[in-house]
T-cell receptor, first 114, second 110 residues
Framework: DTEVTQTPKHLVMGMTNKKSLKCEQH?????MYWYKQKAKKPPELMFV???????INESVPSRFSPECPNSSLLNLHLHALQPEDSALYLC?????????????FGSGTRLTVV | EDQVTQSPEALRLQEGESSSLNCSYT??????LFWYRQDPGKGPEFLFT???AGEEKEKERLKATLTKKESFLHITAPKPEDSATYLC???????????FGQGTRLTINP
C-alpha cells in the first residue's frame, strides 16, 4: 500500500457544527502532516506529527484540533469554523519528519463552511 | 526566511512543444528540493527530489535539474495529459516542513 487515504472527500458544515477529517496510511511512515490549500494557492503547513507526537503547530487557530491516535491514523477535529476556513485540506506522510525519501500526499478533503 | 518563486505563473504550449519551468529558491541550507504535479481538486503527486547542485532526474517526458539558486523542470514533447499545476518546494536542513512556491499552471493544447 503506497497511498495516503483521506475521508471524507467533500464536507459541507455549518459554523456551529463539529466534524472530523480522517487520514490513514499503511506505509510505516512515522511523520504525518496537515496542510491547508486555498484555491490557486500553494499548500500551507498546519501541523506536523512525528512518532505520534505533535512537533509543529504553525500558529493554527484552536478551532482546528489535530489528533494522532496511532502511527497510521491522523485526525483533524473541526469546531466553530468560519467561512474563510473553506479550503482543500491535505494530509501527507513521510518515513521520518525530515522528509527523507519524499512526502506522500492524500487527495484531500474539500471543506466548505456555510 | 525560506523563499520559493516559480515562473511563469501560467504557460500554454502546443502538443509537442518543449519548454522549461523555473523555480528560484533562497534557503540557508538546502536539505532537498521537491517537484510535485497537482491536478485540480487533487493532492500533489510526487515527481522528483533533488539534493545537491548538479543533480538531474528524469521521468518520462520530464527532467529536473538543480543549481545552487534554482531548479528547472524541462518538459519534452508534452502531451495534453501533462496539463496540471507543477509545484516546487524546498526543505531547509534540519526543518520538518516544506515551503512551496506558487506553482506554474501548465496547459498543453492538442
Amino acid at each position: 500500500d503506497t497511498e495516503v487515504t483521506q475521508t471524507p472527500k467533500h464536507l459541507v458544515m455549518g459554523m456551529t457544527n463539529k466534524k472530523s477529517l480522517k487520514c490513514e496510511q499503511h506505509m510505516g511512515h512515522r511523520a504525518m502532516y496537515w496542510y491547508k490549500q486555498k484555491a490557486k494557492k500553494p499548500p500551507e503547513l498546519m501541523f506536523v506529527y512525528s512518532y505520534e507526537k505533535l512537533s509543529i503547530n504553525e500558529s493554527v487557530p484552536s478551532r482546528f484540533s489535530p489528533e494522532c491516535p496511532n502511527s497510521s491514523l491522523l485526525n483533524l477535529h473541526l469546531h466553530a469554523l468560519q467561512p474563510e476556513d473553506s479550503a482543500l485540506y491535505l494530509c501527507a506522510s513521510s518515513l521520518f519528519s525530515g522528509g527523507d525519501y519524499g512526502y506522500t500526499f492524500g487527495s484531500g478533503t474539500r471543506l466548505t463552511v456555510v | 526566511e525560506d523563499q520559493v518563486t516559480q515562473s511563469p505563473e501560467a504557460l500554454r504550449l502546443q502538443e509537442g512543444e518543449s519548454s522549461s519551468l523555473n523555480c528560484s529558491y533562497t534557503v540557508s541550507g538546502l536539505r532537498g528540493l521537491f517537484w510535485y504535479r497537482q491536478d485540480p481538486g487533487k493532492g500533489p503527486e510526487f515527481l522528483f527530489t533533488l539534493y545537491s547542485a548538479g543533480e538531474e532526474k528524469e521521468k518520462e517526458r520530464l527532467k529536473a535539474t538543480l543549481t545552487k539558486k534554482e531548479s528547472f523542470l524541462h518538459i519534452t514533447a508534452p502531451k495534453p495529459e501533462d496539463s496540471a499545476t507543477y509545484l516546487c518546494a524546498v526543505q531547509e536542513r534540519g526543518a520538518q516542513k516544506l515551503v512551496f512556491g506558487q506553482g506554474t499552471r501548465l496547459t498543453i493544447n492538442p
